[in-house]
Structures are given as structure tokens and as C-alpha cells.
């Protein structure tokens, strides 16, 4: 039995549909075309029956006994088929090179911006309608003012007296008198829900328009706004279980170091400084390998246990990838908002003139850059779109073929 590969070049499909496949040398590609192949000489040596990985039932590589590839026909149109597209080798770490990342991106960019950007600007402008509306029905934004206005002065600008900590005191009781402490906790707790629910939701908003446009798959508001509220839900579940444990390992810590003190304070601040220190390590490393979650929900229950698998031995190249386009996007972004919040900043402060204070007109301005910079960390989340595809065996998203090539798109 021969293991020697045929050469690259256009074979009869091995699938039965007629036609011609690309074999690339190593597996066979996802690249077809039509056409005919020179017939095989009446007396065939044994075929070689080198079985390429993932192809169902793994049809046998053609035999490089009877002679060339199929020599091409007439060119079909612009991009001549005849010639395979390059196949760029893969990473060391078995992942497309950085290009294929940026290529990704390049396609969500141009295709998928607008629902993006469309969907997450919703999102966070209901958000800032909630926090307006708790605002004008629970804060006594008068009281408040004057609260600041006090504590940055010396004297009161009512009777140019000395500020007394207990004028203070009153002015800040005036401002949230209209719940009692328990009820504002109740408030933060709901708004901090409130804000993981419409982070959830987005990300898989994101991840789904994303990951159909780097795929060239047909790219949807519908499909975006279904999958957000679908996988969102799963995602904020995630949020929550990842929070839970979080709170137990820091109480687990900070109870540790509290009990230590007692006994010996240097033990205590030994111990504090290098559990704070691993736990900060530990999350950096659990969050890698659970990065690609957001994308991973968009398919299916059980993300986290997919992404830990898929991602095991691959923490180094998904943490190269995953920093070198978020600092990339944290400059766009900066950028971005600079350009918007100044002319906002100008807009807002000429509107109110003399008759509204700082503290609404600053408040007004956060409420309005709130949908704009929620939206724009889009452009961070479409960076786990393509790291994701490098690991996936998906065969809509896919980005590395059976062979283990990666996936040239032809756009």
C-alpha cells in the first residue's frame, strides 16, 4: 500500500456529484468547479486509500497513479477558478496568522455595520431612558447640587457661614429622601441586572451579525435581534454563575486575611498580597479560555464547557489576538467618541445657557454619550468573532477546512 500524496490539482468530486474538487496536496478543499477529468487507464494499480479527516465518511484521496490533475476548461468568469485560491499555512498554534483575523473583521466591518451599530445604539438608549426616568422620580437633583456646591466650598452660599460636616450631611439626606437606604439598594441591584442584561443581549447581538458576515452567510436585523434575546439569556446566566463564584473566592480571601490579622499582621499582609495576586492571574486565565463564549452561545447551551475545551492548549494565541485587537479598537473607539462627545458637549451646554445648572447639564450629557459608547464596544466584540472561527468545526462558520487549511473567502 502506497502512502504517497498526489500533487495538487482538480480531481473527480469524491462526493458522487460529478463535477471537479480542488485537492490541495494534503485533504481535500471546499473549492469545486465543473468540468471533466482525463479518464483513468483501463489497468488501475491499487488506489491508495488515504482517508481525509472529517469528511463524513472520509473519501479515499485520488489515486496519483494515473498521471496529471484534470487540466482546466474555458475560464468560468472574473475570478478563473481553474486556479486555487493561495492557501496560507497555518499558525504554530494550529489557528489562522493574523491576517485571516483582520480579513474577518475587514468583512464584518463592510458588511454588518450598520445592524451592529443599529442594534447596540437600541439597546443602550432604552437603558438611558431607565436610568432618566429613576433619576427624575427618586433624586431631588436641587438637593444634590447644593450637596456638591458644599462640599467644594468653604462657606455656604446662602449665609456665608463656615460648611459644618452636618449641613453636608443634611443636604445629601435631602437629595435621596425619597427612598429609604434598603430601597436604594434594591435600585442598584435591579440597574446592575439591567445593565448585564442589555451587555448580554448585545454580545450575542453582535456575535451573531458578526459571525454571519465574516462567513459570508446572509447577515440579518431579524437574525441579530433573535439570537440577542435568545443567547443573551444564556449569557446572562453565564454573567451570573461567573459572578457568584467570583463573590465566593474574594469573601473566601478577604475572610482568610481578616481571621490572619488577628493573629499575625505581617502573615496577613503576606497573604493578602499573593492571593489577591493569583486571583487576578486566575480570572485573566479563565477569561481567555472563556472568551469565545459569546460567539459559542449563539450555536448552543453548554458554550462554557465548548469553550473551555476548544480553547485548551490554545491560551497564549487567544490572549495575543484578543489584546492586539482591543487595543486596537480601544484607539477607534477613543477616537470615535472624541469626535462625537465634543460637538454634543457644545450642543448641550449652548441649549441650556444660564438656566440649567452644571450637574443637569453634565447629567444630560452622560444620558445622551451613553447609547453612543455602549454601542461602539461593538467594535471590541467583533474581535471574538474570527478567534472563534479559528476554532470552531461549525460548518456554516468554519475558517479551517477538513484538511486543516484555512478557508479562503473569494470576496
Not at 488515504?50 to 484534470?70: D, M
Not at 437574525?223 to 443573551?232: C, I, P, R, V
Not at 479563565?286 to 460567539?295: A, E, K, P, S, Y
Request: charged share 10%.
Amino acid at each position: 500500500m502506497s502512502t504517497e500524496l498526489p500533487q495538487a490539482g482538480w480531481y473527480p468530486n469524491p462526493d458522487g456529484t460529478g463535477g471537479l474538487r480542488w485537492w490541495s496536496g494534503v485533504g481535500w478543499t471546499e473549492y469545486t468547479r465543473e468540468g471533466v477529468a482525463p479518464q483513468p487507464p483501463a489497468q488501475e494499480p491499487e488506489q491508495t486509500q488515504v482517508l481525509g479527516p472529517g469528511w463524513g465518511e472520509s473519501p479515499a484521496a485520488p489515486t496519483a497513479a494515473w498521471g496529471q490533475p484534470a487540466a482546466p476548461t474555458a475560464p468560468l468568469g472574473g475570478y478563473a477558478p481553474y486556479y486555487p485560491p493561495a492557501e496560507q499555512p497555518l499558525a504554530p498554534s494550529g489557528m489562522r496568522k493574523l491576517n485571516g483575523m483582520f480579513g474577518d473583521i475587514g468583512r464584518i466591518a463592510r458588511r454588518a455595520w450598520l445592524p451592529i451599530l443599529g442594534i447596540s445604539l437600541v439597546i443602550w438608549a432604552l437603558v438611558s431612558a431607565v436610568v432618566l426616568g429613576i433619576s427624575r422620580a427618586f433624586v431631588n437633583w436641587g438637593a444634590l447640587e447644593r450637596a456638591l456646591n458644599l462640599t467644594s466650598s468653604s462657606t455656604s452660599p446662602e449665609t456665608g457661614a463656615p460648611v459644618i460636616d452636618s449641613e453636608i450631611s443634611a443636604a445629601f439626606r435631602d437629595a435621596f429622601e425619597a427612598l429609604s437606604p434598603a430601597g436604594w439598594v434594591v435600585v442598584a441591584g435591579l440597574l446592575t441586572l439591567l445593565f448585564l442584561v442589555a451587555t448580554a443581549v448585545q454580545m450575542a447581538a453582535v456575535s451573531r451579525l458578526g459571525m454571519d458576515a465574516a462567513a459570508q452567510q446572509p447577515v440579518s436585523w431579524g437574525a441579530g435581534w433573535k439570537s440577542g434575546l435568545s443567547a443573551g439569556m444564556r449569557l446572562f446566566g453565564y454573567f451570573l454563575l461567573i459572578s457568584v463564584v467570583t463573590m465566593v473566592a474574594w469573601s473566601v480571601v478577604i475572610g482568610a486575611t481578616v481571621a490572619l490579622w488577628t493573629v499575625s499582621p505581617g502573615g496577613a499582609v503576606f497573604l493578602g498580597f499573593f492571593a489577591v495576586l493569583a486571583l487576578v492571574i486566575l480570572s485573566i486565565w479563565i477569561g481567555i479560555r472563556l472568551v469565545v463564549v459569546t460567539c459559542q452561545a449563539v450555536i448552543g447551551p453548554r458554550a462554557l464547557r465548548w469553550s473551555w475545551t476548544h480553547t485548551r492548549g490554545k491560551f497564549w494565541p487567544v490572549l495575543g489576538r484578543y489584546l492586539l485587537w482591543s487595543l486596537a479598537a480601544g484607539v477607534i473607539v477613543n477616537v470615535i467618541v472624541t469626535v462625537i462627545t465634543i460637538p454634543l458637549s457644545l450642543i448641550v451646554v449652548g441649549t441650556a445657557g444660564t438656566t440649567s445648572n452644571d450637574l443637569g447639564t453634565s447629567l444630560l450629557l452622560s444620558l445622551l454619550t451613553m447609547p453612543v459608547s455602549g454601542a461602539l464596544t461593538a467594535v471590541t466584540l467583533i474581535g471574538i468573532v474570527p478567534i472563534w472561527r479559528d476554532l470552531t468545526d461549525h460548518p456554516a462558520y468554519r475558517s479551517i477546512d477538513e484538511a486543516g487549511l484555512p478557508i479562503q473567502n473569494r470576496s
